[in-house]
């Protein structure tokens, strides 16, 4: 079969995570391929689980990854990590935002976060890059920058140009004016060099 | 290439199938649509509004979003009406004996089914509604699919003079692909003709009509046989062949790329001729389709050997990992996908959004003894879960009211003391619940009635009703008074009051007055959903964490914002073991409700800018 790429994408409803992969899928269409997206979230907006799968190469059928395909994950958060990390493949890069939420059946005691996730998550076979995007938005100025953070962190891991991402990303901005252009610039390539020097 | 070259060179757009049937509507020249909103279908009608030349309506509720797109039909112009599936339980009625009358201007009815149940009640297989009301099937697989089938069935309507339904699954209506449009087309309205043997369907006119729909049938089928929707893909094996349609198209494709397939674009009424000879050709027939064994059974009943249900599951979506371990057991083979583990991780069930004006009421609910309470769809669902734990029932659309009058005269002795509520929201009200407040005062129920006016589809996205007193486009339009409308509806005036949901004491005082009221009262509430730009946010608020004794009742809120920081077990005076649970507000999400503030006895729940006094005072 032709060689398709299964991006997963995984965070909680509100974060962007749709945004982020429909970044992704704009950056694979820009680059030629065929792209299939879609998400995986009971109503999203309100603080649920959220997944969604990208797919490109010459022709995608299926949206669906099947589990244990991804070749790349995308984490806006570590439980979130943790609860999609048997969806890749052996090997795949998972990036993990380490910058943690729990929902209030944790917070209030009905559950428990997972002790160490990033911990559990190097316990698989994959190549774990483990960084606080979190923070690096909030220092940025903005904890909305998170986004463009993780998406620049990815770029160096993706068979597409980083600046074909980076084109997509930005292109969100045009009309926002040249500061916001500018923050998420920073964003990216702030992601972009945390994602060379993890600090695991 | 440059990229902007690349995009030049590439006409094709990245849209979800919801978009495919907006943007086909508008090509096809359809003049008039119709829906209310629900998911996975509310985008189709949210696209279509942004199209300037076609009337778009938020109807109050698919029978009327259907009546609606059947008047614009009938009087000439193209029509498209979109729903949920469970919007067709609402809408068949309409659609039973449109069909005799048949459709003049093209009559598409989209029907979403939210095959997996991401945020419905039930999962319905809306394939049914083509053999029931005799009307043609669509299957679209994927956002072209949408697209073109969209197209196509404005053109197959008009041609057999018939509804025809379009039957999208959550996998084609939410998800993005490629898509190439074609060339737009202009249709004008056409004149209505009067007609009364066709349009007015009394015994005598529909009983004439009967036999055409049936000849109708005949013809449709024969159609079918050689419908372009209807492919053979030849494929390289012959060990296993599928029919398949829709969605399901799309994984068995992936997972067997090799095999012949026929793919049902028009999978009602199906080519069963086709059918047959591609049988001969294959070892083994599987069908694959999503949901109920249709075609199964029809084919079956033709005396085509397959298999179908009895390896395929019955519910839920179909992928890839679904149909592949099937097929492969179906073969007597190893399964090729290896089993993937599962990792325990906490569950993270959707939430009400931070400062939602039905946090308060659910409180207060949860707050309130002795009560069975019947809910209803919408938001305000969630009030079911944690922590309020405060819904007893939830049946469908607007059943909240005639269900608590069913709980109220149907109760035994050992209930006779309980106070019965029904809570139901703006939209849902104007839905389908204002009959039930009828039944309710008409046969004098005791129940008393919260009516949370959020003025929005809050569920949905928040989308405008008459409450909101805006219509699609944002544009100014009637605004109803629930007020008035309960009272004309026979609410005593005394027994309705309008409260502010995020006043805890009032709205406390009202509950427990009203309840103990023996007629029908009405609790309205007033404040918008935070997701509506009606919502104005207020200065946020953070704990003093000097004063917060741990006593965690402002959990019980259940706002997200608020947040457990350090939990702590401590020893009563009784020997007993207490958990306490200091708290802090994430004020970066806090929208300065105050309605925490009401649940915090030591009044350690403060604006933010104290706290940041504070920090410069630890500082110095
Ligand atoms: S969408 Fe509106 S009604 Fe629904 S939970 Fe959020 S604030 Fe409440
Ligand atoms: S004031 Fe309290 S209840 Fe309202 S949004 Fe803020 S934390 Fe939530």
Redesign the pocket.
């Known amino acids: 079969m032709e060689q398709i790429t299964n991006i997963l994408v995984v965070g909680i409803g509100g974060q962007g995570v749709m945004t982020a992969a429909d970044i992704i899928s704009q950056a694979a269409i820009l680059d030629g391929y065929d792209v299939k997206k879609t998400e995986v979230a009971g109503m999203a907006q309100r603080g649920g689980v959220v997944t969604s799968h990208v797919r490109f190469g010459n022709k995608v059928l299926s949206p669906s990854i099947t589990p244990g395909h991804a070749d790349l994950m995308l984490a806006f958060e570590p439980a979130e990590a943790l609860r999609w990390v048997t969806h890749v493949r052996n090997g795949a890069t998972v990036m993990v935002n380490s910058y943690p939420q729990a929902p209030p059946v944790v917070s209030v005691g009905l559950f428990d976060y997972p002790e160490n996730p990033e911990q559990q998550l190097a316990d698989h076979p994959i190549n774990l890059v483990n960084f606080d995007a979190g923070n690096i938005a909030i220092h940025l100025g903005d904890r909305r920058l998170v986004n463009s953070v993780m998406l620049g962190a990815i770029a160096a891991h993706l068979t597409l140009s980083s600046e074909v991402l980076k084109t997509a990303l930005l292109s969100r901005f045009k009309n926002k004016g040249a500061e916001m252009l500018a923050l998420n610039d920073a964003a990216f390539e702030a992601g972009k060099h945390a994602s060379l020097t993890p600090t695991q | 290439m440059s990229v902007a070259q690349q995009v030049q060179s590439n006409p094709a757009i990245f849209i979800s199938g919801n978009e495919a049937v907006a943007l086909a509507a508008r090509d096809a020249g359809c003049r008039v649509a119709s829906a209310y909103p629900g998911t996975p279908s509310t985008e189709i009608l949210e696209f279509i509004a942004a199209y300037p030349d076609l009337y778009t309506e938020w109807s109050i509720n698919e029978k009327v979003s259907l009546e609606v797109a059947i008047g614009a039909s009938l009087a000439g112009s193209r029509a498209l009406c979109a729903m949920k599936h469970v919007g067709m339980n609402v809408a068949s009625d309409a659609l039973m004996t449109q069909t005799l009358i048949g459709a003049v201007g093209g009559l598409v009815i989209a029907i979403a089914d939210d095959v997996g149940l991401s945020s419905s009640q039930n999962e319905q297989d809306s394939r049914y509604w083509g053999r029931f009301a005799h009307l043609p099937v669509l299957e679209p697989s994927d956002s072209q699919d949408a697209y073109d089938m969209t197209r196509f069935a404005f053109g197959l309507s008009e041609q057999y003079a018939v509804p025809v339904i379009l039957r999208l699954t959550t996998r084609i209506c939410h998800v993005k692909g490629l898509v190439t449009l074609s060339i737009p087309q202009v249709k004008e309205g056409r004149k209505f003709t009067k007609d009364p043997s066709r349009l007015v369907m009394v015994p005598g006119n529909a009983r004439q009509r009967i036999p055409l729909m049936l000849e109708r049938d005949k013809t449709l089928a024969t159609f079918s046989e050689s419908c372009s929707l209807n492919v053979i893909e030849q494929g390289s094996t012959r060990q296993v062949g599928f029919i398949t349609s829709g969605a399901a198209y799309c994984h068995v494709r992936e997972a067997f790329p090799d095999a012949p397939l026929i793919k049902l674009g028009m999978s009602h009424p199906a080519p069963i001729e086709m059918i047959r000879e591609f049988a001969d050709s294959v070892e083994k027939l599987v069908v694959i389709e999503e949901v109920e064994p249709l075609l199964e059974t029809e084919l079956k009943a033709a005396g085509i050997q397959l298999h179908g249900k009895e390896a395929i599951p019955r519910m839920g979506e179909l992928t890839p990992a679904v149909i592949t371990p099937a097929v492969a057991r179906l073969l007597g083979k190893e399964n090729t996908i290896a089993a993937v583990g599962v990792t325990e991780v906490f569950p993270r069930p959707p939430t009400m959004c931070?400062?939602c004006p039905h946090?308060g009421i659910y409180y207060c609910l949860s707050h309130v003894k002795n009560t069975i309470i019947a809910g209803d769809i919408g938001c305000y669902t969630l009030g079911a879960g944690h922590p309020w734990n405060a819904l007893d029932t939830c049946i469908s659309m607007g059943a909240s009211l005639s269900v608590a009058q069913g709980i109220d005269k149907g109760r035994s002795e050992e209930d006779a003391n309980k106070n019965v509520l029904a809570v139901i929201g703006d939209s849902t009200f104007l839905h389908m619940g204002m009959q039930g407040l009828l039944d309710i005062t008409y046969n004098k129920g005791n129940v008393t009635i919260l009516l949370l006016d959020n003025r929005a589809v809050g569920m949905t996205g928040g989308q405008n009703a008459p409450s909101s007193g805006l219509n699609i486009h944002g544009d100014a339009t009637v605004k109803i008074d629930f007020r008035k409308l309960c009272e004309a509806l026979g609410v005593r005036s005394e027994r309705i009051h309008e409260v502010n949901p995020?006043e805890l004491p009032t709205l406390f005082k009202a509950l427990r007055d009203e309840v103990k009221v023996k007629e029908p009262s009405v609790i309205i509430t007033n404040q918008p959903c935070v997701l509506t730009e009606r919502y104005a946010k207020?200065p946020?608020?953070t704990v003093d964490t000097d004063k917060c004794t741990g006593c965690s009742n402002?959990l019980d809120?259940g706002?997200?914002?608020?947040l457990v920081a350090r939990r702590e077990t401590v020893i009563k005076p009784n020997g007993k073991e207490k958990v306490l649970s200091f708290v802090n507000?994430?004020?970066a999400?806090?929208?300065?409700?105050?309605?925490?503030?009401n649940t915090c006895a030591p009044d350690a729940?403060v604006p933010v800018i104290s706290t940041a006094r504070i920090d410069t005072v630890e500082l110095k």
Do not use: K, M
């Open positions: 931070v400062a946090l995020y207020q946020p608020l402002c809120v706002c997200p914002a608020i507000i994430d004020s999400a806090c929208t300065g409700c105050n309605l925490c503030i729940i």
